[in-house]
């Protein structure tokens, strides 16, 4: 054999072998039908799925989604503190374009991979059971809802929320609605609701052992304050100060009031208050209310 007939057949054989390779270098791991999948947590795929690829076509996986900074996505065990992203998304992708705007935080859902072979040219340099010979591919995951019914729920919960609002704010107005007739003394913005029911005996020992430091209640100011009502007996008003005792005359207390009560003495009254340090006392009258 001449050296032209060898030449033209070293080309030939090469340009075949080059084919298979770039035929191989192609492949895309198509799935000729659905696997059976093997049910396991995430952090076993995590930990084995490199040396387990061999041992089941399929992999059925509870986990959350995570969206990262390279908009793509990995899967995450909140338990276990697994997290997994060694898949392949592509053909997934393509069947549901709008996966990302499906996605909810803190729900589970159902991942089926399945395992495929990776590039046919590793058959050339590595055994059949070489782990590199394959790659999972994400199938499907149950539990997506569709777009509609994340935000029909959306619509629902703020519908509830509003709702809830409107009630509160409901319930509010009338837990503060007075009527200025029943009062001798009113200051503005007096909200009744806000206030505690308290004997004047135990309001004095309370506002003795207030802190003005690290309060476990402060007000707008960052004062720490409490504000109590009590059923007592006005004793007289005295330009800016007013007293009142307990019906048992078992304690006395003079406060700040910011205006005329139109009290005499010895009226039974029920009196609301703020307590406040700063660092020292003051106690101020609020309100002053009829009583029987």
Known sequence: M???KILSSLAVTTSLFTGFIFEGCASSGKIPTEPE???ITLQELAQNYKRDYLKSNGYEVCAMIQKDFSKKFYIYDKTTNSTFKNFSTDDFLSSCPDFYERI???REYDFY???????????????SSDSRLYELKLIKIDGLRTTEEIKAEKQAKDDEIRQKWI???KADEEANRYDAKDFYFLTENFRPADYDEKDLFDAVSI??????????????FGVSTKLYFSDVICTGQNGKYIEFRTDDNAIRKIMKISGRSGLKGSEKVRVYYRISKEPLLEWNVKAIK???
């Open 207 to 220: 506002a003795d052992k207030m802190p003005w430091k690290n309060p476990d209640k402060i007000d707008w």
């Open 2 to 4: 001449n050296m032209k």
């Open 113 to 127: 991979f399945a395992t495929v072979k990776n590039n046919a040219i590793l058959y050339l340099l590595n055994t």
């Open 290 to 292: 009829k009583r029987q």
């Open 37 to 39: 999948y093997e049910k």
């Open 167 to 169: 009630e509160k704010q």
């Open 104 to 106: 909810e935080e803190n």
